[in-house]
């Protein structure tokens, strides 16, 4: 099995910074593209920023320039530093890992528990 572990959530003032990390364990052959993705109250899970094996990153409108997303290969491990924080950036973060699996075909996605971030104004 994968299990994926999040750390880094916690409560903050709007305009600071928070770093979040994931890390991905268990029979793992490879990770493809890793990202965060955010469910604030009352809404859907959006997706924040994904990053590719190879580097290439993607962000949602509402964080670039202000959100930065990284990854380690070696370690199975993706981060997303936060600066400038908004209110509404409140939400419960999620990692996602897209995996291939030792001994087993194909490439399957799972995600983590889940972190709390709380922006107060």
């Known amino acids: 099995q994968v299990q994926l572990e999040e750390s880094g959530g916690g409560l903050v003032q709007a305009g600071g910074s928070l770093r979040l990390s994931c890390s991905a364990s268990?029979?793992?052959?490879?990770?493809?593209?890793m990202g965060w993705y955010r469910q604030g109250p009352g809404l859907q899970r959006e997706l924040v920023a994904t990053?590719?094996?190879?580097?290439?990153?993607n962000y949602a409108d509402s964080v670039n320039g202000r959100f930065t997303i990284s990854r380690d290969n070696a370690e199975n491990t993706v981060h997303l530093q936060m600066n400038s924080l908004k209110p509404e950036d409140t939400a419960v973060y999620y990692c996602?890992?897209?995996?291939?699996?030792?001994?087993?075909?194909?490439?399957?996605?799972?995600w983590g528990q889940g972190t709390q971030v709380t922006v107060s104004s």
């Open positions: 996602k890992a897209n995996v291939a699996k030792r001994g087993v075909l194909g490439n399957y996605n799972y």
């Open positions: 268990g029979s793992i052959r490879s990770i493809n593209a």
């Open positions: 990053i590719t094996s190879g580097g290439y990153t």
